[in-house]
């Protein structure tokens, strides 16, 4: 069992950035990639960036192409995902899944492929 804990949600106002971070405990001595969704009010839920069990293949969806990051922090058993520019459609409840040995898109965008799930954090983005 993997426990996933998302952080660095909050309010932002238009044009800022946020650092997300998803941090893992537990069974972790197997190798995870992690992915980020996201779901707005009203909305399905919707892949945003992904990061291979070996860091070594990262993914984004249109949306977040060239003004989001995505990195892994072994060490830390953390991975952070960056987001600048951020407009009022960004606003949703963010949530870091992971995939046991993870490293393909089509590992690690769909939500019925991902393994754990953390409860997420809200980002909100208005003026």
């Known amino acids: 069992q993997v426990h996933l804990v998302e952080s660095g949600g909050g309010w932002v106002q238009p044009g800022g950035s946020l650092r997300l971070s998803c941090a893992q405990s537990g069974r972790t001595s197997y190798g995870y990639g992690i992915s980020w969704l996201r779901q707005a009010p009203g909305k399905e839920r919707e892949f945003v960036a992904a990061?291979?069990?070996?860091?070594?293949?990262?993914y984004f969806a249109d949306s977040m192409k060239g003004r989001s990051t995505i990195w892994r922090d072994d060490a830390k058993e953390t991975v952070h995902l960056q987001v600048h520019s951020l407009k009022p459609e960004d606003t949703a409840v963010y949530y870091c899944?992971?995939?046991?040995?993870?490293?393909?898109?089509?590992?690690?965008?769909?939500?019925?492929?991902?393994?754990?799930w953390g409860y997420g954090t809200l980002v909100t983005v208005s003026s």
């Open positions: 990061i291979g069990w070996s860091g070594g293949s990262t």
């Open positions: 899944a992971a995939k046991t040995y993870g490293s393909s898109y089509s590992d690690l965008a769909y939500s019925d492929g991902l393994d754990y």
